[in-house]
């Protein structure tokens, strides 16, 4: 029987890369797209719903599938107020886990970042760890969390930061080997492949998986 699909977060990075490989999967039928903006030219496999994702709860009737795929996320840059940050990247996503639960959704999956802790100090990390820790609350069946590190690929923003970051890492690669592999940049079609990989096995648990086992994963 085939699949029906939702993801959050298809105009980004990894999102808009994971949206391509459901679209060529055969396992699925249906893709909704929830999302602020709508992507043209997409085929008629594709449903979007446009609108306030910071209101997903508006969306209830329709959000319905098999999987959820929650590639939402924002910076500093883009988002320099705390309180809208947090609102987009621990709010959008717990509401999702929210609506899954209680349309009987039992898989569930969701980019978090390496660092992720409820307990830290840093605002980032605090934030997708009480996100974590809320979407795990949920006990949906199937909840996978990747934790990828620094994320490679081009972007359509400019993010001087991040592209001096890149470089720098890409440079000491090298050394990052033992426990220290899972620091090494990835790229984001290795996190869409584990995603999908992940969705269509039939382990039960709740997983957090890290950023080198990310990679693992993508290959199987």
Same mark, same amino acid.
């Given at each position: 029987?085939?699949?029906?699909?939702? &993801?959050? $977060?298809?105009?980004?990075?990894? $999102?808009?890369?994971?949206?391509?490989? +459901?679209?060529?999967?055969?396992?699925?039928?249906?893709?909704?797209? @929830?999302?602020?903006?709508?992507?043209? $030219?997409?085929? !008629?496999?594709?449903?979007? =719903?446009?609108?306030? +994702?910071?209101?997903?709860?508006?969306?209830?009737?329709?959000?319905?599938?098999?999987?959820?795929? *929650? *590639?939402?996320?924002?910076?500093?840059?883009?988002?320099?107020?705390?309180?809208?940050?947090?609102?987009?990247?621990?709010?959008?996503?717990?509401?999702? /886990?929210?609506?899954?639960?209680? !349309?009987?959704?039992?898989?569930?999956?969701?980019?978090?970042? #390496?660092? /992720?802790?409820?307990?830290?100090?840093? =605002?980032?990390?605090?934030?997708?760890?009480?996100?974590?820790?809320?979407?795990?609350?949920?006990?949906? #069946?199937?909840?996978?969390?990747?934790?990828?590190?620094?994320?490679? $690929?081009?972007?359509?923003?400019?993010?001087?930061?991040?592209?001096?970051?890149?470089?720098? =890492?890409?440079?000491?690669?090298?050394? =990052?080997?033992?426990? @220290?592999?899972?620091?090494?940049?990835?790229?984001?079609?290795?996190?869409?492949?584990?995603?999908?990989?992940? /969705?269509?096995?039939?382990? !039960?648990?709740?997983?957090?998986?890290?950023?080198?086992?990310?990679?693992? &994963?993508?290959?199987?």
């Amino acid at each position: 029987m085939k699949k029906t699909a939702i &993801l959050l $977060g298809a105009t980004g990075l990894t $999102g808009n890369i994971l949206l391509h490989k +459901l679209l060529e999967d055969t396992r699925y039928d249906t893709i909704k797209l @929830f999302s602020r903006t709508k992507i043209e $030219g997409l085929p !008629n496999k594709v449903t979007q =719903f446009v609108g306030d +994702l910071l209101n997903l709860e508006q969306f209830k009737e329709d959000f319905k599938g098999d999987e959820v795929y *929650c *590639c939402i996320g924002t910076t500093a840059k883009k988002t320099p107020d705390k309180e809208l940050y947090k609102q987009i990247d621990y709010g959008i996503p717990v509401a999702a /886990a929210k609506l899954s639960k209680e !349309n009987n959704i039992t898989t569930f999956l969701v980019i978090s970042a #390496m660092g /992720a802790n409820k307990e830290s100090s840093v =605002f980032y990390n605090r934030t997708k760890g009480e996100m974590e820790h809320e979407v795990l609350e949920q006990i949906i #069946m199937h909840t996978y969390i990747l934790r990828p590190s620094l994320i490679g $690929g081009e972007r359509k923003e400019r993010r001087i930061v991040e592209k001096v970051s890149l470089i720098v =890492f890409k440079i000491i690669q090298p050394l =990052f080997i033992g426990k @220290f592999k899972q620091y090494k940049i990835i790229n984001p079609e290795s996190i869409a492949q584990a995603m999908l990989n992940l /969705a269509n096995r039939t382990s !039960n648990a709740e997983v957090i998986i890290t950023s080198d086992d990310i990679k693992k &994963l993508a290959k199987k």
